[in-house]
Antibody
Framework: EVQLLESGGGLVQPGGSLGLSCAASGFTFSTYGVSWVRQAPGKGLEWVSTISGSGAGTYYADSVKGRFTISRDNSKNTLYLQMNSLRAEDTAVYYC??????????WGQGTLVTVSS | QTVVTQEPSFSVSPGGTVTLTCGLSSGSVSSSNYPSWYQQTPGQAPRTLIYSTSTRSSGVPDRFSGSILGNKAALTITGAQADDECDYYCVLYMGGGTRVFGGGTKLTVL
């Protein structure tokens, strides 16, 4: 059974940094791309970033490009998201998702990031 | 800036059929956008329903179907049930590794 467990969320001040992790199990992690998707309180889903299975390909939404960095450690079956220069509008539940081809096949339960002073 | 459009809300009677759509602010949706659909109840993670336009994800009942209708992707629910009342999101692949979610449709069954 595929399991994705996000961690690292919390309260951070505007302009600050925070790192998220997503521990994966139940599948051959290095074979699949993985993504971060977020959802602001009361709002819709927003794609944030995707990384290929090898880690060679990384892709970002314009809203986070230059501020967020996605990475992975295939030896630890873990996905990361380093978030810098955080803004109030980055406040959201952040989900990690396993990619199969072009779609989000499995989802974690999410971790809440709150950017506020 | 690409905008993916969905109906903000829709209503269907129990047992009825409803078609939700997913379009582009500029241009047509095609199979090359690999449309996918997700269902989300409040406070829960999304659930994958449909991918690559019309393929049902494992465990999804066949009353959910996907298609291209005209210049949009479509999700049709046949025989709507009370627990279908939730939010539905489409995603389109825009090339270059990027994806865009639609704003979501809040479906009411009454």
């Amino acid at each position: 059974e595929v399991q994705l467990l996000e961690s690292g969320g919390g309260l951070v001040q505007p302009g600050g940094s925070l790192g998220l992790s997503c521990a994966a199990s139940g599948f051959t992690f290095s074979t699949y791309g993985v993504s971060w998707v977020r959802q602001a309180p009361g709002k819709g889903l927003e794609w944030v970033s995707t990384i290929s299975g090898s880690g060679a390909g990384t892709y970002y939404a314009d809203s986070v490009k230059g501020r967020f960095t996605i990475s992975r450690d295939n030896s630890k079956n873990t996905l990361y998201l380093q978030m810098n220069s955080l803004r109030a509008e980055d406040t959201a539940v952040y989900y990690c998702a396993k990619m199969v081809s072009y779609y989000f096949a499995s989802w974690g339960q999410g971790t809440l990031v709150t950017v506020s002073s | 800036q690409t905008v993916v459009t969905q109906e903000p809300s829709f209503s269907v009677s129990p047992g009825g059929t409803v078609t939700l759509t997913c379009g582009l602010s500029s241009g047509s949706v095609s199979s090359s956008n690999y449309p996918s659909w997700y269902q989300q109840t409040p406070g829960q993670a999304p659930r994958t329903l449909i991918y690559s336009t019309s393929t049902r994800s494992s465990g999804v009942p066949d009353r959910f179907s996907g298609s291209i209708l005209g210049n949009k992707a479509a999700l049709t629910i046949t025989g709507a049930q009370a627990d279908d009342e939730c939010d539905y999101y489409c995603v389109l692949y825009m090339g270059g590794g990027t994806r865009v979610f639609g704003g979501g449709t809040k479906l009411t069954v009454l």
